[in-house]
C-alpha cells in the first residue's frame, strides 16, 4: 500500500527553524512526481503552501520553503511565529493509485 | 475570487445515499479538473475522487470504487458526489477542491467542507 510519510509532530519556539519530512517510495516520489504541501489550521480547510516541491504561491511568506530528493521531501520554516501552529500535509501523484496521495499529517507546535 | 461551496452532507444510516454538491464561482470552472478530498474526525486528508474538466477521464480511489460516482455539470458551474452504500468508515468532512495543475495534481482552492456521518 502506498503512502507517504511524516512524523507525526514537530516543535520549536518562536523564531526558530524546523523542518518536516515526508517519505514516499517509487510509486510516487521516487518516480519524480512533484511533492506539494498543505497548511490547516484548526478548524478550516487546508491551504496550498507549496507547489512543485519549492514554488510558493503569490501570498504565501517567503519562510516557507520545499525541497525533494530522491524518494523524499522536506518543509522548512523559518522565524517559527505562533500563527505557524498547524496541521502541514505533503501530497504527490502515485502510479498505484493513479491519483493523489496525501502524507500521514504533521502537527507543528509553537513552543 | 475563487469560491467553492459544498452542501449535501447530513447524517445516514449504513447502506444509505448522499449526494453532495459543489458550487463553484470565481474562475472558468469548465477549464478545471476537481476533486472530491475527504478528512475523517482527526485524521488525515484521503482523496476520494477526480474528474477532468470535460469529464473525459474519471478516478475513483480504491475505497470508493463501485460505490461512489463523481460528476458535474459545467453549465452549472457545479460538481457533484453520489455515495450508495454508504459505511461507517465513509465518516468525513468532504471537500470539493480545484486542482491547479492536472499534471501534477496539485490543489489550489478548497471548499469549506461538508460533513457525512454514516451511523445508525
Known amino acids: 500500500q502506498s503512502v507517504l510519510t511524516q512524523p507525526p509532530s514537530v516543535s520549536g519556539a518562536p523564531g526558530q527553524r524546523v523542518t518536516i519530512s515526508c517519505t514516499g517510495s517509487?510509486?510516487?516520489?521516487?518516480?519524480?512526481?512533484?511533492v506539494h504541501w498543505y497548511q490547516q489550521l484548526p478548524g478550516t480547510a487546508p491551504k496550498l503552501l507549496i507547489y512543485?516541491?519549492?514554488n510558493r504561491p503569490s501570498g504565501v511568506p517567503d519562510r516557507f520553503s520545499g525541497s525533494k530528493s530522491g524518494t523524499s521531501a522536506s518543509l522548512a520554516i523559518t522565524g517559527l511565529q505562533a500563527e505557524d501552529e498547524a496541521d502541514y500535509y505533503c501530497?504527490?501523484?502515485?502510479?498505484?493509485?493513479?491519483?493523489?496521495?496525501f502524507g500521514t499529517g504533521t502537527k507543528v507546535t509553537v513552543l | 475570487e475563487v469560491q467553492l461551496v459544498e452542501s449535501g452532507g447530513g447524517l445516514v444510516k449504513p447502506g444509505g445515499s448522499l449526494r453532495l454538491s459543489c458550487a463553484a464561482s470565481?474562475?472558468?470552472?469548465?477549464?478545471?479538473?476537481m476533486n472530491w478530498v475527504r478528512q475523517a474526525p482527526g485524521k488525515g486528508l484521503e482523496w476520494v475522487s477526480s474528474?477532468?474538466?470535460?469529464?473525459?477521464?474519471?478516478y475513483y480511489a480504491d475505497s470508493v470504487k463501485g460505490r461512489f460516482t463523481i460528476s458535474r455539470d459545467n453549465a452549472k458551474n457545479s460538481l457533484y458526489l453520489q455515495m450508495n452504500s454508504l459505511r461507517a468508515e465513509d465518516t468525513a468532512v468532504y471537500y470539493c477542491?480545484?486542482?491547479?495543475?492536472?499534471?501534477?495534481?496539485?490543489?489550489?482552492?478548497w471548499g469549506q467542507g461538508t460533513l457525512v456521518t454514516v451511523s445508525s
Open positions: 477542491a480545484r486542482v491547479r495543475d492536472p499534471d501534477d495534481y496539485s490543489v489550489d482552492y
Open positions: 470565481g474562475f472558468t470552472f469548465s477549464s478545471y479538473s
Open positions: 474528474i477532468s474538466s470535460s469529464s473525459s477521464y474519471i
Open positions: 517509487s510509486s510516487n516520489i521516487g518516480a519524480g512526481y512533484d
Open positions: 512543485g516541491n519549492s
Open positions: 501530497q504527490s501523484y502515485d502510479s498505484s493509485l493513479s491519483g493523489p496521495l
